[in-house]
């Protein structure tokens, strides 16, 4: 065949081969439907420069549209594949899903491990974004010499953005029997793993035992330890240029207090 190809032209049976000479054209008129499978070995091309074109790909509601990209060691090595039970979209490569947008328009990440590279135009390990994270902590004092404390109120909450942690929470005491220096535990996270990485605290007290450094006399501090700790260690100036440790003694049966501090975890 020479010059243009029309579908209503060709006849013959299943398998039938149609070849089309370099410089000439396919054409597939207005409404035409190609049976089974069509193996193009060149490039398509549709042109219309006076409007839109489209590519569809129709099947049942319950299946997938799929769009397949291979090469000679793999068929679908990558794949954009629309999901029409869920109404979402998966895109693929490297020979497996790693990308889904939702119906409502959220992207998911088949693996927790990746993410965003965000600030650069190279896979940079220091620019990827590859955790968000927004939940609830317990705090608890903590006695060295142990016993114990009951609570009025213990609220903690917590947003975590790649390894930093913005922690607050409100603590109040309804008893206290703890015994030794007293420190605050339950964080979310634990600090990094790093020697001499230490996080300062904001503090705000209230009804401590009268007469004691803690009292509202002198300045109140704390800390998160270095090296992969989980305690905050609370602490006032003593007055003579050094710090003194909260002991159990400094808390009233009615003790409340609330922190609030960023630190960098693992």
């Known amino acids: 065949m020479t010059g243009i190809v029309k579908t209503d032209q060709i006849q013959g049976a299943q398998g039938t081969t149609v070849t089309v000479p370099t410089g000439h054209t396919l054409a ?128 903690g909450r917590y947003t975590k953005i790649g390894n930093r942690v913005c922690a607050n929470c409100y603590l109040a005491l309804s008893g206290n029997s703890l015994s030794g220096t007293v420190s605050m535990s339950g964080l979310p996270y634990a600090g990094a793993s790093i020697s001499q990485l230490y996080h300062s605290v904001s503090i705000w007290i209230n009804t401590m035992t009268n007469g004691t450094d803690f009292d509202g006399d002198f300045f109140l501090e704390g800390f998160l330890d270095h090296n992969g700790s989980t305690s905050i260690f609370l602490y006032s100036l003593d007055g003579d240029g050094g710090v003194v440790s909260m002991m159990a003694g400094d808390l009233s049966g009615l003790t409340d207090i609330m922190i609030n501090f960023t630190y960098q975890t693992n």
């Open 28 to 155: 597939v008129t207005d409404n035409a439907t190609v049976g089974g499978t069509l193996g193009v070995t060149g490039d398509i091309t549709a042109t219309n420069t006076g409007g839109n074109r489209t590519l569809g790909i129709i099947t049942g509601t319950s299946n997938s549209s799929i769009l397949n990209m291979g090469d000679t060691d793999a068929s679908n090595v990558g794949q954009v594949k629309y999901h029409h039970g869920v109404n979402s979209m998966v895109l693929r490569t490297n020979g497996s899903d790693k990308v889904t947008l939702d119906a409502t328009g959220n992207l998911l990440f088949n693996a927790a491990s990746t993410g965003v590279y965000l600030g650069t135009t190279s896979a940079t390990a220091s620019n990827l974004l590859d955790d968000y994270e927004e939940g609830s902590w317990t705090p608890v004092f903590v006695g060295s010499s142990g016993g114990s404390a009951t609570y009025s109120h213990q609220v």
